[in-house]
T-cell receptor, first 116, second 109 residues
Framework: GAGVSQSPSNKVTEKGKDVELRCDPI?????LYWYRQSLGQGLEFLIY????????KSGLPSDRFSAERTGGSVSTLTIQRTQQEDSAVYLC??????????????FGSGTQLSVL | SQKIEQNSEALNIQEGKTATLTCNYT??????LQWYRQDPGRGPVFLLL?????KEKRKERLKVTFDTTLKQSLFHITASQPADSATYLC????????FGAGTTVTVRA
């Protein structure tokens, strides 16, 4: 596609429910990243993929968080048993190469998650 | 621990003036540093990348400096316009990019 696409753009859920957030990266981009941004805060790194594998999962806050990527393209971030502190904007980004600090990232508009 | 710190205060300036934003980092030895712009409700958009051996880089009305001795980058918006109002983030890393919290700039007409 023309840009990074994320869905849904907004998600309201009840505490304890599971949610799935989807990211469709730019075609041909091999690297895909998930970040979380809480209100007024910077971007918190969660996980990155090179192809379908995740060399760096160091940012996942707990075992309630998981992510997968299939076909080297679409990625899904799953949060199980959501808690109120999970409320944030979840941003996905893609780049041409993996984990290189000279690669610029292309971001989607994010999914605003609200846990009631 | 590694830290990236940006001006904690929001910046309010008059149209036509120069805005100067600061990014300081500790416990990194980056070969590159990037700057992004973020508008409300949108993801960050890449603006500029500067290499460790570059002292200064320019793009239109934007200028970035990178001092690896001071562990600091300065980001300047010259001849500022109301359309420049946004949050500006610096980012660096050895591998995955880490971001500062950003500085919000408001340009008054």
């Amino acid at each position: 596609g023309a840009g990074v696409s994320q869905s849904p753009s907004n998600k309201v859920t009840e505490k304890g429910k599971d949610v799935e957030l989807r990211c469709d990266p730019i075609s041909g981009h091999t690297a895909l990243y998930w970040y979380r941004q809480s209100l007024g805060q910077g971007l918190e790194f969660l996980i990155y993929f090179q192809g379908n594998s995740a060399p760096d999962k160091s940012g996942l806050p707990s075992d309630r968080f998981s992510a997968e990527r299939t076909g080297g393209s679409v990625s899904t971030l799953t949060i199980q048993r959501t808690q109120q502190e999970d409320s944030a904007v979840y941003l996905c980004a893609s780049s041409l190469a993996e984990g290189l600090a000279n690669e610029k990232l292309f971001f989607g508009s994010g999914t605003q998650l609200s846990v009631l | 621990s590694q830290k990236i710190e940006q001006n904690s205060e929001a910046l309010n300036i008059q149209e036509g003036k120069t805005a100067t934003l600061t990014c300081n980092y500790t416990n990194y030895s980056p070969a590159y540093l990037q700057w992004y712009r973020q508008d409300p409700g949108r993801g960050p958009v890449f603006l500029l990348l500067i290499r460790e051996n570059e002292k200064e880089k320019r793009k239109e009305r934007l200028k970035v400096t990178f001092d690896t001795t001071l562990k600091q980058s300065l980001f300047h918006i010259t001849a500022s316009q109301p359309a420049d109002s946004a949050t500006y983030l610096c980012a660096l890393g050895e591998g995955k990019l880490s971001f500062g919290a950003g500085t919000t700039v408001t340009v008054r007409a």
